[in-house]
Structure formats: structure tokens, C-alpha cells
């Protein structure tokens, strides 16, 4: 298949060239990362290093995926830190102050339902007791 870096298909860099396996100015398909065989019936070196340079930017991109998320995670954090759910179902900074007059706006705890509705333990349990008999 045709390996990709950055949503295209490689270009030609350093010396009008992909790879220096390659002539100056080859625009074949084999020259731009087209890959015909798999992992499984064996690469040859180039379509090696293609699937290496495919590889290398998915893993880089990943890195510096979690690395935001993480910074995104950190920031909501240190944001909602002094927030608590009182026994009213009011939301409260640790002065008293309210910020939300219901827990998610419906008083629905997001542990105790399912899309939105609430779960309905006691049928579940009857219906897992109904199959054992």
C-alpha cells in the first residue's frame, strides 16, 4: 500500500529524490512509497525503509499526542481541584460558594447510568436469576 507522511505520499527531498535508491526526478510509484508486498511475504530494503519512515512519524506523533493530553489532563486538574459535590447535589468550591445547582446539570451520576438513563439493576438481577433456574 502506499505509505504516507504527513497525509501525503512522500516527496522527493534532499536531491530531487525519496530515497537514494532512486534516480533524480523518479516519479514512479515504488519512488513515492508505494509498498506491493507485505510484512508477512517480506519487504525489499526500500519498501523496508518506506514502512520506517511511515513508522517513525506515526510514532513521534503518538508522543507528542499523549504529551498534550497529559498537559490538557494537568491543566483540568489544578482547574477543578477545589470543586466538591455537596450532599444537596450542588457543586461547591471548598469556601461554600455554589458553581452548579445540580451535579451535571440533571443530578445523574454518571456511575449509576447508561446513555443518559438510568440503569435498572433490579432487572438486570432478575434476569440473571431467571436464566440460572
Do not use: C, W
Not at 504516507?4 to 513515492?32: C, Q, S, W
Not at 499523549?66 to 468550591?93: C, E, F, H, W
Not at 451535571?104 to 438481577?125: A, L, N, Q, R
Amino acid at each position: 500500500g502506499q505509505q504516507a507522511v504527513r497525509g501525503e505520499r512522500i516527496v522527493r527531498g534532499y536531491e530531487d529524490r525519496t530515497l537514494p535508491h532512486f534516480k533524480k526526478n523518479d516519479r514512479g510509484a515504488m519512488a513515492r512509497g508505494f509498498v506491493m508486498n507485505s510484512y508477512k511475504s517480506g519487504l525489499n530494503p526500500t519498501e523496508f525503509f518506506f514502512h520506517a519512515i511511515g513508522g517513525r512519524e506515526g510514532l513521534v506523533d503518538t508522543a507528542v499526542r499523549t504529551s498534550q493530553s497529559g498537559y490538557l489532563q494537568r491543566r483540568m486538574i489544578n482547574a477543578l481541584q477545589d470543586l466538591k459535590v455537596a450532599y444537596d447535589m450542588t457543586v461547591r468550591t471548598t469556601g461554600g460558594r455554589i458553581i452548579q445547582f445540580e451535579y451535571g446539570e440533571d443530578s445523574t451520576d454518571p456511575m449509576k447510568s447508561s446513555f443518559g438513563e438510568p440503569v435498572d439493576v433490579e432487572g438486570i438481577v432478575s434476569n440473571i436469576l431467571k436464566e440460572e433456574i
